[in-house]
């Protein structure tokens, strides 16, 4: 499982009622072919396989949280509680043992008894089976909401440089993004807000350059952030490598000048550890700002500029495929 989208490959988790349809449908297969004992036998260690085997895979599918980079387990943290997920899939581990057991037991009280006890024992650990499984069937439900939610988590690399873009709706950051990176931006949907992920990439010297736009997340004051929210803008702090805030001087954002630089203070205060480059966009209708650089996305002056600064700030030196000879 790779560690740029640890979750993206996780299977489908069964219901409760779907694996014991597909336990005892295979052992009722298995008991046609053979007979007496040796039947109940074949069906107790087909349906018991099914189910332990099918529930552990249901654990070792998941990644170890602890070993993931301090974005992902962040980020999945906020998306569905770590704690949670970690005591559901202890859940169902235990049934996975339990079933494992109870297989190996019945196994045992079969040798040297009548067909008709090796049934009784059979459909008595069928029984115990069903009510293992069924213990579980709440965790199975919550491990499978899990692992929906954080699949659509878009493919975030913590190994590559990354360039949050931050500022109040309607400043031209996705317009900015979209202008500036190729033509396969990523978009997805976070799980813990209504809005989009933007993430756009772009290649200098050898390097891919990711740019993040959170609507959604720093498009606003923390105050009026939730928990899971404010959780997810921590995540972002472990991933960023430069912050690039947007403002409109001009005010046809629909948002007053002094709110948004009040929110650039806020998302300077939370991204301590990296550059924060304040860039006016619309600058063609309005500079009256105190900003590091100027821009206008839509007739496109001044965008390198702030694309090259930007770079700089990440300060990434690129590992060339080659030495100078």
Known sequence: MSETAPFEDLPTTPRADELLDKAFSRAARAGRAKSGVEAQESMLLTAGNVLSDNLENVVTSWPDMDALSPFHRELADAVVGVDELRQQLSEVNWASRQIGDLRQDYQGRMRRVDAETARKLRKQAFARFADIVEEVAED??????????????????????????????????????????????E????????????????????????????????????????????????????????????????????????????????????????????????????????????MSVETGEGVDEVLDAVVGAVGYEPELPFEES
Request: include cysteine; glycine fraction near 4%; aromatic fraction near 8%.
């Open 140 to 185: 199975l439900l919550a491990v499978g909401a899990a692992r929906d939610e954080l699949k659509t988590l878009p493919d975030i690399r913590p190994d590559e440089p990354a360039v949050v873009v931050a500022g109040y709706p309607n400043v031209g950051k996705t317009s900015f993004i979209n202008r500036v990176t190729n033509a396969r931006n």
């Open 187 to 294: 978009i997805a949907s976070y799980p813990f807000t209504t809005t989009e992920l933007h993430v756009g990439h772009l290649e200098r010297d050898y390097v891919r350059y990711q740019l993040v736009d959170t609507p959604g997340l720093l498009d606003r004051p923390a105050e009026e952030r939730n928990d899971i929210e404010r959780q997810a803008v921590s995540a972002l702090t472990h991933l960023a490598d430069a912050v690039l805030f947007v403002v409109d001087a001009s005010g046809e954002c629909g948002y007053p000048l002094d709110d948004q630089l009040e929110l650039r203070d806020d998302v300077r205060d939370r991204f301590r550890e990296v550059p924060v480059v304040t860039v006016c966009n619309k600058s063609d209708r309005s500079s009256d700002v105190d900003a590091d650089f100027f």
